[in-house]
């Protein structure tokens, strides 16, 4: 099946503690990205790839870390999480000519206390 | 930069209605549009994608339609049941000389039985 893999779903983290959120894709999709959700301000990029090694901020970059070392993987990095992180995080996939359309993942559902 | 409008932010109506969800964007050039769904916390799940060069798309009771030149899409829900609540979402791929992907703040649709 085609889809979008994140993890963890949930996560409660003390200010400071470094953290990482997997995302992996199994579709051989070239671009990917991450989305943060809040209440009001709707979805929200972060970080995107266009492919392996290639990586740009998105409108709200700020605390955020990404890598794309393999094509299928796109992990999200906080190496310094503050409450105002506290969201819902949704990673994403797609072909590089965006034609078929996004893939989401579940969801990570992250608490900064 | 493309903005995406979606009226309005909250709908209710009695199972069985017809019902129309409406999105608005600012910049015409877009390569598609996708509607997605999402449930309270959870993923978004992929409804319909319309491309550029297309006026509509149909699965089972949802239909979509596009029209570029006004910047509106519409998204028909026939014979709504309890189930079909949910937040509705649409986002446009590219406008404003951009290849990201916009999204409306969504439409919170309650279908009471």
């Known amino acids: 099946e085609a889809q979008v893999t994140q993890n963890p779903r949930y996560l409660i983290t003390v200010t400071g503690k470094k953290l990482t959120v997997t995302c992996s894709q199994n579709?051989?999709?070239?671009?990917m990205s991450w989305y943060r959700q809040d209440p009001g301000l709707g979805l929200r990029q972060i970080y995107y790839s266009m492919n392996v090694e290639v990586t740009d901020k998105g409108d709200v970059p700020e605390g955020y870390k990404v890598s794309r070392k393999e094509k299928r993987n796109f992990p999200l990095i906080l190496e310094s999480p503050s409450p105002n992180q506290t969201s819902l995080y949704f990673c994403a996939s797609r072909s590089s000519t965006g034609m078929d359309g996004y893939t989401f993942g579940s969801g990570t559902r992250l608490t900064v206390v | 930069k493309q903005e995406v409008t979606q009226i309005p932010a909250a709908l209710s109506v009695p199972e069985g209605e017809n019902l129309v969800l409406n999105c608005s964007f600012t910049d015409s050039a877009i390569y598609n549009l996708q509607w997605f769904r999402q449930d309270p916390g959870k993923g978004l799940t992929s409804l319909l994608l319309?491309?550029?060069?297309?006026r509509e798309q149909t699965s089972g009771r949802l239909n979509a339609s596009l029209d570029k030149s006004s910047g509106r899409s519409t998204l028909y829900i026939a014979a709504s049941q309890p189930g079909d609540s949910a937040t509705y979402l649409c986002?446009?791929?590219?406008?404003?000389?951009?290849?990201?992907?916009?999204f409306g703040k969504g439409t919170k649709l309650s279908v009471i039985p």
């Open positions: 986002a446009a791929l590219g406008g404003a000389g951009s290849y990201q992907l916009t």
């Open positions: 579709m051989n999709h070239e671009y």
């Open positions: 319309i491309q550029s060069s297309q």
